[in-house]
């Protein structure tokens, strides 16, 4: 079977059904943002993520700097995302020979800003030779109290679903850096084709216009772990019945809440949280601004649903929308139109095993 066939959470799903823990001291394993284990005390929180060249990011548009501060709040974010606090982090790199030491020098500059803005130590890692490019490991280790620990499992009917900050902004900031680096090689294989070297001087100083879009690129390029939102939860005293952080697309995370919380959702389409940027540049592409705040991937915000009565909490909160409602399973997963037709929620967010 290609794996492409049944893409990366069936992949998952496929290679771990079976493993059960051995030791008491794993409380949660595969299936949520972070494994969770407890040796006493405080619950201790692990994520991993890895980041390849050509699949998770493109240093033809993409700063190495900001490369190791957005490797660092990914996985920082997982931790936020259990409702815990992130300690410490281990950093392993796969190097070709056309990365200098001042480049490393630049990944580790945008590393650190990320773990000094959440007081995250890095403790270890490892680093190896590579014959494809660049590759990152990184995990992250947080705590957090048992009774604290949030899970994608816990959501109940009538809860209220929320999510922080915009959609689809993130995604847009990509397809901006795509259309972008299409057209210079566009222009670059046509002055090859022409023999015009002088062209082709003026080329590699190419600087595309960005103005008025640079939030898009900020949001795709310079990720940021939303560990405000849970200060502002704690401080109101909520806590969240389940949470996900939305990095493969609101879709995708809101039917993983479903489908391990056994419940179902209806979501309002007036409600989602839209940048002008984000509508501007779907409009100048020609796609559709609510497929792109559904699906689009890498925000990094937070969704998470609470209990119906503390509703008069959260209207409190900054940058955080009531987007919808969970309901019985039996009534499916439902995206409700502006103009009132209903529409079942589909997974076509970010799947890198996927065809």
């Avoid at 705590?143 to 209220?160: F, K, N, P, W």
Wanted: charged share 25%.
């Amino acid at each position: 079977m290609d794996i492409s066939q049944i893409g990366e959470f069936g992949l998952i799903d496929r290679l771990t059904k079976d493993l059960k823990p051995r030791n008491a001291s794993t409380v949660q394993g595969v299936g949520d943002d972070c494994a969770v284990l407890d040796y006493g005390g405080k619950a201790v929180l692990v994520t991993t993520d890895m980041l390849m060249e050509g699949v998770h990011f493109d240093l033809t548009y993409t700063d190495l700097r900001n490369l190791g501060y957005k490797s660092a709040m990914v996985n920082i974010s997982d931790v936020f995302a259990m409702n815990g606090t992130p300690r410490q982090l281990t950093v392993s790199l796969a190097l070709s020979k056309r990365f200098t030491v001042e480049d490393i020098e630049l990944f580790y500059e945008g590393l650190r800003a990320a773990c000094n803005k959440w007081q995250v130590d890095i403790v270890g890692g490892d680093t190896t030779s590579s014959y494809t490019g660049l590759a990152i490991s990184i995990t992250c280790i947080g705590e957090a109290s048992r009774e604290d620990i949030v899970y994608r499992h816990g959501a109940r009917e009538t809860d209220l679903v929320c999510v922080t900050g915009d959609l689809g902004a993130a995604y847009m900031g990509l397809q901006l850096l795509e259309r972008e680096k299409s057209v210079y090689y566009q222009q670059v294989n046509e002055a090859k084709r022409r023999g015009d070297r002088r062209a082709l001087k003026e080329l590699s100083d190419f600087q595309p216009d960005f103005a008025g879009k640079e939030y898009l690129l900020q949001r795709q390029l310079k990720a940021e772990a939303r560990g405000d939102i849970i200060a502002q939860l704690r401080e109101a005293g909520i806590r969240p019945t389940a949470m996900i952080d939305v990095s493969d697309g609101l879709s995708s995370e809101l039917i993983h809440i479903c489908t391990q919380s056994h419940v179902g959702c209806r979501i309002f389409e007036k409600n989602l949280p839209v940048d002008y940027q984000t509508a501007v540049m779907a409009e100048e592409l020609n796609m559709n601004v609510t497929t792109c705040a559904l699906n689009g991937g890498e925000d990094y915000e937070l969704l998470f649903t609470v209990p119906i009565g503390d509703l008069a909490k959260i209207e409190t909160l900054n940058d955080v929308k009531l987007i919808g409602h969970i309901t019985k399973e039996s009534l499916g997963r439902v995206l409700v139109t502006r103009d009132g037709n209903e529409f079942d929620l589909k997974a076509q967010g970010w799947n890198p095993l996927k065809k």
